[in-house]
């Protein structure tokens, strides 16, 4: 019992507190990468508001050059400029860093801030060293937008991490139990073994030898049973992934489909919401790891209807 609690608990505490948030932290950083860069801007600019910075001219915003355009923000009489770098892939070097250090002199602004969901390497963080730049990668970024962001994919990302380590922590706690009869036996075994070494009491006649008790059985340990679910493998996951596209290309009513994240399944739609829908979540539900996905829902060309966002099955 005493191997089985601190097994199981052990591994809760570090599947609930630590995996869960690096998790949740994953995969909010790639939904958010399935964002336009004029939404992602918005998050960040919500997140600076935080802060007391606010966006000083206006026309930077409106800019569709996120890779050349610095946002001034204001706080006071101070000036800042912000940089967003959207995508997940992002993996930002000195160049990015040593562009804002020079418009920040050629500005005459306090500082700079520069944002993304990606990583900053070495050389980056090396380049910010000695000039008043913040460096807002993923880790960083996502505490400060995930209050920010839609509620219904704040949830969906909370509830997958959340699920994931339930699953994890009732395996952990199955392979705990297994763990507890390993020790069990091989207690019983020592112990055995122990009274065998034990001097035992002679008989008076000297001649007859003493027979040795039975050894008692050993129970052997319980098979674990099965969990009914196995997370799919990244490149399990990216087979099911092609094979829903496809799938959806030989559906009548929708014109073509595209994974914008591992959670976001685009699909261009000819025919009406209510006659492909039954056919999507057909295909994702297929798939035990696919069936939370959210789907965006295109209107046909030329229609004035809206984008929809919809989900087969909710966490």
């Not at 990302?157 to 009732?170: I, Q």
């Not at 496809?246 to 929708?254: H, N, R």
């Amino acid at each position: 019992m005493a191997v089985t609690l601190l097994v199981g608990i052990a591994a809760t505490v570090y599947f609930w507190l630590v995996r869960r948030p690096r998790d949740e932290m994953s995969y909010g950083l790639h939904a958010l990468s399935g964002l336009r860069w004029r939404e992602f801007s918005k998050l960040v600019l919500a997140a600076m508001e935080h802060r007391g910075l606010v966006v000083a001219t206006p026309e930077a915003h409106e800019s569709r050059e996120p890779q050349s355009t610095f946002l001034l923000l204001a706080r006071g009489n101070e000036r800042w400029l912000l940089s967003c770098k959207h995508g997940s892939a992002y993996r930002i070097a000195a160049a990015p860093v040593v562009e804002l250090a020079s418009s920040i002199r050629l500005g005459a602004a306090r500082g700079g801030i520069l944002a993304t969901e990606g990583k900053v390497e070495k050389e980056g963080r090396d380049a910010a060293q000695g000039t008043n730049i913040e460096l807002l990668d993923g880790p960083r970024l996502w505490p400060e937008v995930k209050p920010l962001i839609e509620p219904a994919l704040r949830d969906q990302v909370v509830g997958y991490a959340a699920a994931r380590a339930k699953r994890h922590v009732g395996i952990a706690w199955l392979g705990a139990v297994a763990a507890g009869a390993v020790a069990m036996v091989g207690f019983n075994d020592v112990g055995g073994l122990a009274l065998e070494l034990a001097p035992r009491e002679t008989a008076t006649t000297a001649a007859q030898p003493s027979v040795p008790g039975p050894v008692p059985p050993t129970a052997e340990p319980t098979a674990e049973p099965g969990t009914g679910f196995r997370e799919p493998t990244e490149e399990e996951l990216e087979q099911q992934m092609r094979a829903v596209l496809k799938a959806l290309s030989k559906t009548p009513g929708i014109g073509s489909g595209v994974w914008q994240t591992k959670l976001t399944l685009s699909v261009d739609r000819i025919a009406s919401e209510k006659e492909v829908w039954p056919w999507i979540c057909l295909e994702l539900e297929r798939y035990p790891a696919l069936r939370t996905t959210r789907v965006q829902l295109n209107p046909p060309p030329g229609s004035d209807e809206p984008v929809r966002w919809r989900q087969c099955k909710t966490v």
